[in-house]
């Protein structure tokens, strides 16, 4: 079964960082593009970065430069690095790769 795994959410002050994880089984995530999405309380889903699996990482311009994506091959896994994190960023993040989803990881920013 093709599932998606995010963790390492939590609750951080402003200007603190996060390395969240979307963690893939039953596919091999390095040959697929997979996109980090987040939905803030009480709103629509946003857009975060996309990471193509030939190579390109493109990113939202609310998090460019502060936010970056990688990947661990050997473990299956894309991470998403969070730095100078603004109370905004707070949201549900989550990865999807193709209509596949998983049940996302929760950010908390706040003092």
């Known amino acids: 079964e093709m599932q998606l795994r995010e963790s390492g959410g939590g609750l951080v002050q402003p200007g603190g960082s996060l390395r969240l994880a979307c963690a893939a089984s039953?596919?091999?995530?390095?040959?697929?593009?997979a996109t980090w999405v987040r939905q803030p309380p009480g709103r629509g889903r946003e857009w975060v970065a996309d990471?193509?699996?030939?190579?390109?990482?493109r990113y939202a311009d609310s998090v460019q430069g502060r936010f970056t994506v990688s990947r661990d091959n050997a473990k299956n896994t894309m991470y998403l690095k969070m730095n100078n994190l603004k109370p905004e960023d707070t949201a549900l993040y989550y990865c999807?790769?193709?209509?596949?989803r998983g049940q996302g990881t929760h950010v908390t920013i706040s003092s």
């Open positions: 990471s193509y699996s030939h190579g390109p990482i």
């Open positions: 999807t790769v193709g209509t596949r």
């Open positions: 039953g596919f091999n995530l390095s040959t697929s593009t």
